[in-house]
């Protein structure tokens, strides 16, 4: 079982769209969540902290829910700006000596006119 | 303030030769990692530096890989020799402190293609 699992993709939608990517996780140590954004040929930005409580910023919306290890992104109304490959990202302790960041294979989005 | 930056952007090399990669690190950030993206894979950790120390390098591929951060500034890594297994892209980060909080920045990525 993959570390972090993400929706294969890709995922075409229309401006104005709604969509939303799932993610799961498999070490339930894990302490932080995150979604970054890498556009192509670029590198992984953050975009946003995941939180237990929810968080929203703007137009996007995390969600956790550590029992189920399970993360989520929503994109409401959709921008032709928001074409990427969305990563979930989880970090560890490694047990040996550091912090890692675990990356999914990531989803990408294609917002069509 | 100036971002993560790497050098090469793009290296071409064939298999048997040595190709050293640069990343120079956000000023004052202590923390600098490695990560690489093979083809069709995720992103993977590949060692993790505090200073001029490494902290964790449970993610390096084999000793075919060496990493320095000499004076805790910018960091390199060798490989000697390259396999065709081992293009892909590198990528470097750089934290102020190594933390499951804190943001990692990324810098655009080396491309190695071996052939």
């Known amino acids: 079982r993959k570390e972090v699992e993400q929706d294969p993709g890709p995922f075409n939608v229309p401006e104005g769209a709604t969509v939303a990517f799932n993610c799961t996780y498999s070490?339930?140590?894990?302490?932080?969540f995150f979604w970054y954004r890498q556009d192509c040929r670029k590198e992984p930005k953050l975009l946003m902290s995941v939180y237990s409580s929810g968080n929203e910023d703007g137009r996007f919306t995390a969600q956790l829910n550590r029992a189920s290890q399970y993360i989520s992104l929503l994109i409401r109304d959709s921008k032709l700006s928001d074409s990427a490959t969305y990563l979930c990202?989880?970090?560890?302790?490694?047990?040996?000596?550091?912090?890692?960041?675990?990356f999914g294979k990531g989803t990408k989005l294609s917002v069509i006119p | 303030e100036a971002g993560v930056t790497q050098f090469p952007s793009h290296s071409v090399i064939e298999k048997g030769q040595t190709v050293t990669l640069r990343c120079d690190p956000i000023s004052g950030h202590d923390n600098l990692y490695w990560y690489r993206r093979v083809m069709g894979k995720e992103i993977k950790f590949l060692l993790h530096?505090?200073?001029?120390?490494?902290?964790?390098e449970s993610g390096m591929p084999n000793n075919r890989f060496l990493a320095e951060r000499t004076g805790g500034t910018y960091s390199t890594l060798k490989v000697q020799p390259a396999e065709l297994e081992d293009s892909g892209v590198y990528f470097c980060?750089?934290?102020?402190?190594?933390?499951?909080?804190?943001?990692?920045?990324f810098g655009p990525g080396t491309r190695l293609t071996v052939t």
């Open positions: 070490n339930s140590a894990s302490q932080s």
């Open positions: 990202v989880v970090s560890s302790y490694s047990g040996a000596g550091s912090y890692q960041l675990t």
């Open positions: 530096f505090v200073k001029e120390s490494k902290q964790d």
């Open positions: 980060a750089s934290s102020q402190a190594d933390r499951a909080s804190y943001e990692q920045y």
